[in-house]
């Protein structure tokens, strides 16, 4: 019985490839926006890996769940296909590098703290999710 139901359910279903995002029908504005969303949701989780103790990734795997409802893509995809460096292993290791100058720069956490960082990229981030979720 199961098996008869599984089998309705599999081929009722559309497949992966009629849903899925065609990258040729984003626009520039729509990578941005994705490369940008990616961006500030790594960066926040990235302050809070190192700054408050929080591994959580929370901000980027609620963003990579709004990008599944909305591009059909995942934050992996975007990564992948949008940022210039081709791999999402390269992608994270530069934007990790990057923030941590930045965090070198302002004095540690201690400094970014007093900078207002984490409000920053807060703000950034909610910017971004909003953007996102406002995509038809």
Avoid at 22 to 30: N, Q, S
Wanted: charged residues 30%.
């Amino acid at each position: 019985m199961w098996l008869a139901t599984a089998l309705v359910l599999l081929l009722g279903l559309p497949s992966a490839t009629l849903v899925a995002v065609d990258e040729a029908f984003l626009t520039d504005a729509d990578r941005a926006l994705l490369v940008e969303a990616v961006e500030a949701a790594f960066e926040l989780d990235l302050y809070n890996a190192r700054c408050r103790n929080d591994q959580s990734g929370r901000r980027t795997e609620n963003l990579n769940k709004e990008l599944v409802s909305r591009f059909r893509m995942t934050v992996l995809d975007v990564l992948d296909d949008l940022f210039p460096e081709g791999y999402y292993r390269d992608a994270q290791a530069r934007m990790r590098e990057d923030f941590l100058t930045r965090l070198r720069e302002l004095g540690g956490c201690a400094g970014a703290k007093s900078a207002g960082l984490r409000d920053a990229l807060g703000t950034r981030y909610e910017a971004a999710m909003e953007a996102v979720s406002a995509q038809p």
